[in-house]
């Protein structure tokens, strides 16, 4: 059993490996297939960036794709980055650049403000039918230093209250078990079984 998964990040291609490895599934994504196009994201919203990458790629493939758009939406920053995550630096994506800005902006910010949230839209399309489409969210605060090599992005500086630890100090089974993206995996496997039928 494959599942096809529209994303060129390989943070997310390694977490969704996992988390669709527990069901059985093999997981393929843009990576195996580099002569399919970039998706140019030019939605307003999560789902609507979600939708483009994986209903472009299912007419392509003519076959079912998900798609993760994801991103930090920091309170202070009043919910910026949010959809423009991938790209807060500029393009193309520089992780470390990224995170040098977020804490630039958040200079001078007090602990009890730097309130954030990390959310996942996933959309699973299939040609001729209505997407399926489950959200998760994780809840934290920003650092004001690095910290952990786990994982991707701003990971090390997502702090997670409940753990003492930022999400790159967690395991990555941990992290699954309790990230936006973990939690919206949860909800799709709840419902796309039925889905495919119908
Ligand atoms: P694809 O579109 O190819 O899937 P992308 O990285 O461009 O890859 P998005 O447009 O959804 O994906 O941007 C998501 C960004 O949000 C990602 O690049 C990270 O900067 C951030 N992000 C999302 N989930 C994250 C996580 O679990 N940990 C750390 N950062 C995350
Ligand atoms: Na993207």
Not at 72 to 96: K, Q
Not at 145 to 167: C, M, S
Request: aromatic share 8%; charged share 30%; glycine share 8%.
């Amino acid at each position: 059993k494959t599942i096809v998964i529209a994303t060129r990040n390989p943070g997310k291609a390694k977490e969704f490996t996992k988390l669709f490895a527990e069901k059985g599934y093999q997981v393929k994504t843009l990576l195996d297939y580099p002569e399919l196009p970039d998706v140019e994201e030019t939605g307003r919203t999560f789902e609507e960036n979600a939708r483009l990458k994986a209903e472009t790629i299912a007419a392509i493939l003519k076959q079912p794709v998900l798609a993760d758009d994801s991103g930090l939406i920091v309170d202070a920053l009043d919910g910026m980055p949010g959809i423009f995550s991938a790209r807060f630096a500029g393009e193309p994506t520089n992780n470390a650049a990224n995170n040098a800005k977020l804490l630039h902006e958040l200079t001078g910010v007090p602990k009890e403000k730097r309130t954030a949230t990390f959310h996942c839209t996933l959309v699973f399309a299939a040609p001729d039918k209505e997407s399926l489409v489950v959200e998760g969210d994780w809840a934290g605060e920003i650092g004001t230093i690095p910290r952990g090599d786990h994982g991707f992005g701003y990971d090390p500086l997502f702090f997670v209250p409940e753990e003492q630890k930022t999400a790159a100090e967690l395991s990555d089974e941990r992290k699954n078990e309790i990230s936006h993206r973990g939690l919206a995996v949860a909800k799709l496997k709840d419902q796309w079984e039925n889905w495919l039928k119908n």
